[in-house]
């Protein structure tokens, strides 16, 4: 099976605008969750979607959103970027949504802003 | 709340020697408990899990991880260590019916050939 694939790998925003990435999950997993990893506050959790529903959310401002399609791809949203928004945003997939499985993660996209 | 600590920054070992890296979690009832490793740019890689059962899990790439509740440590270890292992490493711990996984800081490995 294919990996958990993430597009773009790297980005360049300037403060202000608005970015969208995107997470295609492991052929058949029904959860999708994004964290934020930066050297400062390391890895935290962002939010998690299964069967197009937000199922658990961290704490982060309401410019980060996220959304999962029908086909359980995920995208996520941060609006009015701050340079604090560079990092390297993971997503991860699990199946089934139980807890007992592990997720697989993708190769992450880098956000840069400036 | 649940979490997990990694009191050491960085783990030196020799290549062909065994590896520790060490974890402890705080968890209100039964922990579910993960290691991953990241490879320069690159996401975390799943090595193993441990849910219930036997306290000692194997995993991927020779790593194995032993669970001890009046610890609550969760060590990786790995009886050989390989150049190729030197990488970050993360313990988590999920939190009871929740998706969401806490991470602990990170301890960078270092195999010196």
């Known amino acids: 099976k294919a990996g958990v694939t993430q597009t773009p790998r790297y980005l360049i925003k300037t403060r202000g605008q608005q970015v969208t990435l995107s997470c295609s999950p492991i052929s058949g997993h029904r959860s999708v969750s994004w964290y934020q990893q930066t050297p400062g506050q390391g890895l935290q959790f962002l939010f998690e979607?299964?069967?197009?529903?937000?199922?658990n959310k961290g704490n982060f401002p309401g410019r980060f959103s996220g959304r999962q399609f029908s086909n359980s791809r995920s995208e996520m949203n941060v609006s009015t970027l701050e340079l604090g928004d560079s990092a390297l945003y993971l997503c991860?997939?699990?199946?089934?949504?139980?807890?007992?499985?592990?997720?697989?993660f993708g190769p992450g996209t880098r956000l840069t802003v400036t | 709340a649940q979490s997990v600590a990694q009191p050491e920054d960085q783990v030196n070992v020799a290549e062909g020697n065994p590896l520790t890296v060490k974890c402890t979690y705080s968890?209100?009832?039964?922990?579910?408990l993960f290691w991953y490793v990241q490879y320069p740019n690159r996401g975390l890689q799943f090595l193993l899990k441990?849910?219930?059962?036997?306290?000692l899990v194997k995993g991927s790439y020779g790593f194995e991880a032993e669970f001890n509740k009046s610890q609550t440590s969760f060590h990786l270890k790995k009886p050989s260590a390989l150049v190729s292992d030197s990488a970050l490493y993360f313990c988590?711990?999920?939190?009871?019916?929740?998706?969401?996984?806490?991470f602990g800081t990170g301890t960078r490995l270092l195999v010196s050939p």
């Open positions: 979607y299964f069967s197009e529903t937000q199922r």
């Open positions: 988590a711990v999920r939190e009871k019916s929740f998706q969401k996984l806490v």
């Open positions: 968890v209100s009832g039964n922990p579910y």
């Open positions: 991860a997939s699990s199946s089934e949504g139980g807890f007992s499985y592990e997720q697989y």
């Open positions: 441990y849910i219930t059962g036997d306290n």
